[in-house]
């Protein structure tokens, strides 16, 4: 069973889509694109969870299981629900009862769970 990130993120998680295309020049300037691959869309959100201490210490616990390699569900905006990894989650203290927890989740096409 695949875990779901059921955390609210900040309301506007920073967006990196790119597609990957090969581009083939010729010597009379003719260029040819052409996808790279079946899974060309390469997503990357950096996203940030304001959580209470125990709340933090939750959404840690969650990224230690998943040590960065393990993919989880989540829906990015205007998006539906898919696998991502997050390989860099970093809690930041705000007030003695606050944390603010970082992190770039990326999209994931491996099988599920690793």
């Known amino acids: ?4 990130f059921k955390w609210p993120v900040e309301r506007a998680p920073s967006a ?3 597609f990957r295309v090969t581009t083939t020049q010729f010597g009379d300037g003719y260029k ?3 996808s790279d691959g079946i899974n060309t869309k390469n997503e990357s959100y950096a996203v940030s969870v304001n959580a209470t201490a125990s ?3 939750l959404i840690m616990a969650f990224f230690d299981k998943h040590m960065g390699v393990k993919s989880f569900l989540w829906r990015p905006p205007l998006g539906d629900l898919a696998l991502f990894t997050c390989a860099d989650p970093t ?3 705000r007030s003695t009862n606050l944390y603010v927890i ?5 999209k994931s096409f491996s099988s599920v769970g690793g």
Do not use: C, R, Y
């Not at 970082?102 to 990326?106: I, N």
């Open 16 to 18: 990196t889509i790119e």
């Open 91 to 93: 809690p930041s203290q």
């Open 32 to 34: 040819q694109l052409s």
């Open 1 to 4: 069973m695949v875990d779901v």
């Open 102 to 106: 970082t992190g770039t989740f990326v």
């Open 55 to 57: 709340e933090a210490k």
